[in-house]
């Protein structure tokens, strides 16, 4: 059976500035169901999470043949707290596994279950990152109807904060006319940094087609708009990506980099092709993994 815990690779992209790091994904697909989601340009019935098979059995198995020194990341193409995983604790069963062995691990959420497992995470090396991409509720409906509202997520940073686990927080994807004034989105950086978030990761949105539609659909003024944006402005990528002119990005990339470092975080932009716009260690906060745990010889 195909490994759980393989090396990130998004399809060898170049804009890609990640330092190495496994990626290991509980479900196969999202129930969160974000409009802007690529999972659904890959996987088939992408907005149904469901448990990978014999899950645990493979995880067991692919951390035998692992780096401990490498970072895993949980999760890249589906959210570790989706919906499911209240009931199937997929996600703390390998937490309970990997955690004493010393393992680094990030785990990307949205969600505020992620607070359930706090006892697991606060004693092992172990980051989270949030993605919080408006503050405005109901926007954040809109674009991630099944994810919790974002000012819940912001309490999960504090939560999180006031335990000593770094916080991360991805304001991520900016989405031209949908959540890209820059006054809202400081707004986000400046509650997150208050509430003890100590990197940001900026990004903005990378348009393909099916998320295209999917977001003019939800927003019919303005949906004609974002499309020609993309698809008459922007610059096409390989995998028939979209990518907004570089004008546009660095715009506001350098305006949220310059205010972010002003509020005393550590900065970053994900998959942006601009370097000059890391300001930490690593783009993806994996430099915060506390080492809390001595790593176990895995046989
Ligand atoms: S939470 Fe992440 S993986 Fe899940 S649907 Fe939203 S963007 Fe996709």
Not at 51 to 59: A, N, T
Not at 77 to 85: A, I, K, V, W
Not at 102 to 127: M, Q
Not at 276 to 281: D, H, K, M, P, V
Request: charged share 30%; hydrophobic share 35%.
């Amino acid at each position: 059976m195909s490994r759980v815990v393989s090396i990130f690779d998004p399809w060898k992209d170049e804009m890609c500035t990640c330092p190495p790091k496994y990626s290991c994904s509980p479900y196969t697909g999202c129930s969160h169901s974000c409009l802007y989601c690529y999972i659904s340009s890959y996987i088939p019935n992408a907005f149904i999470a469901r448990p990978k098979k014999d899950f645990i059995k493979r995880l067991i198995r692919d951390i035998r043949r692992i780096d401990p020194k490498i970072p895993i990341s949980m999760a890249n193409s589906s959210d570790p707290y989706t919906p499911p995983e209240d009931k199937l604790r997929l996600t703390r069963r390998a937490l309970e596994i990997l955690i004493p062995k010393g393992l680094k691990l990030i785990i990307l959420t949205k969600s505020t279950l992620v607070l359930r497992d706090i006892d697991l995470i606060k004693c092992g090396n172990v980051a989270v990152s949030i993605t919080i991409t408006t503050l405005d509720s109901n926007v954040a409906k809109i674009i991630e109807p099944m994810a919790p509202d974002p000012w819940e997520r912001l309490k999960v940073v504090e939560k999180l904060s006031e335990k000593e686990i770094p916080v991360i927080v991805r304001v991520d994807p900016i989405i031209p006319y949908v959540n890209d004034d820059i006054g809202m989105l400081e707004n986000v950086i400046s509650e997150a940094i208050k509430k003890g978030a100590k990197h940001i990761v900026v990004s903005t949105y990378k348009a393909r087609r099916d998320s295209l539609n999917r977001l003019a659909k939800a927003f019919p003024d303005i949906g004609k708009a974002i499309k020609e944006t993309y698809l008459t402005r922007g610059i096409k990528m390989k995998r028939t990506v979209y990518y907004l002119s570089k004008t546009w990005r660095r715009k506001i990339l350098k305006q949220l980099m310059d205010f972010t470092l002003k509020e005393g975080a550590t900065f970053a932009v994900c998959r942006e092709g601009f370097r000059e716009y890391i300001r930490a260690q690593s783009c993806d906060g994996t430099h915060l993994i506390p080492n809390r745990v001595e790593p176990l010889k895995i046989a």
